[in-house]
């Protein structure tokens, strides 16, 4: 059992930063795939970025390459997103979610309760 709690998400100017994190609970943090997505009003979730079990691969949705990175510390159960750049269409709640390696909600097994973030023109 695995569960998620995020931080850090708030409103900021267009071009501006926000970090993300999610700490998680339970031992098994570090035999999970770890990823962001998010959901605007009136829109599905999303696929944002997913780090795997170490750490050393990652992958992240075309809209935001570039602009986010994903990362974890296994010895602090948390996995952190960093936003740079961010634009209007940034906006939604973003969740973290532990599962298999996957762009698919349908592969994580264990959500977080979402974190807003709002990016003002």
């Known amino acids: 059992q695995v569960q998620l709690v995020e931080s850090g998400g708030g409103l900021v100017q267009a071009g501006g930063s926000l970090r993300l994190s999610c700490a998680a609970s339970g031992r098994t943090f570090s035999s999970y795939a770890m990823a962001w997505f998010r959901q605007a009003p009136g829109k599905e979730r999303e696929f944002v970025a997913i780090?795997?079990?170490?750490?050393?691969?990652?992958n992240y949705a075309d809209s935001v390459k570039g602009r986010f990175t994903i990362s974890r510390d296994n010895a602090k159960n948390t996995v952190y997103l960093q936003m740079n750049s961010l634009k209007p269409e940034d906006t939604a709640v973003y969740y973290c979610a532990a599962g298999n390696w996957g762009s698919s909600p349908i592969a994580y097994g264990y959500w977080g309760q979402g974190t807003q973030v709002t990016v003002s023109s």
């Open positions: 780090i795997n079990y170490s750490g050393r691969s990652t």
